[in-house]
């Protein structure tokens, strides 16, 4: 309505921004803040860059939202997603049917996961895919004869997604808060988050305490009642939290020994992020249930998928198991398809997982590691593509400033003034750069990095 477009009118936005306020109601943003401050407009992109619509351009160290891989602009993307809206945009995967790119991608995957993994369930997003890990479980275990088992067990600080099962296996409590959330039948441990809750432990033993807390709900609980335990390999959202490395072994260790099924959530991690196809590759876990979405299509178009172990699918496959009563329209869109088929093909064939291992990690880690100096920051972690640089009041004690979060957006927004899209959880900014950044374009993000904190620093005094 024109009341609508009335209502808002503020001086010095531009139409479109204030078209946006008007319009748009945005997600994970104080939308009464961003009416005054007006909305940034990202309006073109290439390589590793954006370009906002005042011609300002930013490096993005954040690929989108952990998920623009290859970069913007690939051809090869575009064309493939093109050639299929021509051949076949659309169909669905219901009523016994199947669309060429669909089933070469599930093969695709298949290929690259790990050998106890053969199947997939397609998905939308990475929300999605969590709803689906929530139903198909309980469904597993109901078709296995033992239907008690049905707490899925996840972490708080965990992100898996937004939707109310995936917000409900987070941990995230203001999420939490808006809607009555966690679902019934949804428990939460505590993270594996050495630098704020690891006190005076080793990292190790610390990490072997946050993996114990899983044994110690399931006999809270009771085994018998516990479906499966949801992690993130590296947090993402949550800060770019790389557990200790005693922690997933010994997860391992309790999931099998109480058998119980270990979902693994590759949403962030999945296809390239963490040096190695996967981030069950990196930290050697053996998963259940692999949820996908952002980096299988580099985000150029939106789906997701559960990757599913053999034990797994052989019973939602058994004849005892009848329909799975489950599905998107979008479950295994074949425009999506192509275009994520296209991208397994360019991570492969340009071997750009070799090149993080073998050079743009270790450089990104070498640099990034050079900040660790600066009076501001408590600590810096790298792994493969991940980034996290930890801001603090007193590096000794690692204590924090007052504020939660204040820091954070400070750095934050003097990144920008640099032209470098970074992200702050609390007060640890983060960073998870396009896999194919350059060496020559990750000395600009620690540049420009450096003035973000100095500037800080500044502000803080
Ligand atoms: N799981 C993880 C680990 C995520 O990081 C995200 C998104 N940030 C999701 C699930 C949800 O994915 P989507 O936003 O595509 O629904």
């Known amino acids: 309505s024109d009341q609508a477009s009335a209502q808002n009118s503020v001086e010095g936005q531009s139409q479109i921004q204030q078209d946006a306020s008007n319009h748009i109601l945005h997600p994970f943003v104080d939308n009464h803040a961003l009416k005054n401050k007006g909305a940034r407009i990202m309006s073109k992109a290439d390589g590793v860059y954006v370009w906002d619509d005042q011609g300002k351009r930013y490096l993005d160290a954040f690929a989108g939202l952990w ?13 493939a997603a093109s050639k299929q809206m021509a051949t076949l945009p659309y169909y669905n995967l219901f009523f016994n049917t199947s669309t060429p790119p669909t089933v070469q991608l599930a093969k695709a995957i298949a290929e690259i996961a790990p050998e106890h993994m053969n199947n997939v369930f397609f998905t939308g997003s990475g929300s999605e895919a969590n709803d689906t890990v929530f139903r198909m479980v309980r469904r597993y275990w109901d078709v296995k004869g033992q239907p008690t088992k049905k707490i899925i067990i996840g972490r708080h600080n965990g992100y898996h997604g937004s939707t109310v099962a995936g917000t409900s ?7 939490h808060k808006q809607g009555d959330l966690p679902i019934q039948g949804i428990e939460h441990i505590r993270q594996p988050y050495w630098f704020d809750e690891g006190e005076d432990l080793s990292p190790d033993a610390f990490g072997l305490i946050a993996a114990k807390a899983l044994e110690e709900k399931i006999l809270e609980v009771g085994a018998d009642n516990v479906a499966a335990f949801i992690a993130e390999p590296v947090q993402g959202a949550g800060g770019v939290i790389i557990p200790p490395a005693t922690y997933w072994p010994e997860i391992q260790r309790i ?6 099924l270990l979902v693994v959530d590759e949403v962030i991690c999945g296809f390239g992020r963490t040096g190695n196809w996967f981030g069950c590759d990196t930290f050697n876990i053996k998963a259940d249930l692999m949820p996908i979405a952002k980096g299988l299509s580099s985000g150029y178009l939106p789906i997701g998928g559960v990757i599913i172990s053999d034990r797994v699918a052989e019973v939602l496959k058994s004849e005892e198991s009848g329909d799975f009563l489950h599905g998107f329209t979008y479950s295994g869109h074949p425009t999506c398809a192509a275009v994520a088929l296209e991208n397994i093909r360019i991570l492969k064939d340009e071997k750009i997982i070799e090149n993080i291992q073998q050079n743009t990690g270790p450089y990104l880690a070498e640099q990034l590691q050079t900040l660790a100096d600066h009076p501001l920051v408590g600590e810096v972690r790298t792994l493969g593509m991940l980034g996290a640089i930890e801001l603090v009041q007193d590096k000794a004690t690692r204590k924090r400033y007052p504020g939660n979060g204040k820091v954070g957006s400070i750095c934050r927004d003097h990144a920008l003034d640099q032209g470098l899209i970074l992200r702050a959880t609390g007060d640890t900014m983060l960073l998870s750069p396009p896999l194919v950044i350059t060496k020559e374009e990750i000395d600009s993000i620690i540049k420009a990095t450096k003035i973000a904190l100095d500037n800080t620093l500044k502000d803080m005094q």
Do not use: A, F, H, S
């Open 169 to 175: 296996l987070g941990g995230m409590k203001p999420m």
């Open 255 to 260: 999931t099998d020994k109480y058998n119980i």
């Open 67 to 79: 998920c623009v891989n290859l970069g913007y602009g690939r051809k090869e993307l575009i064309d």
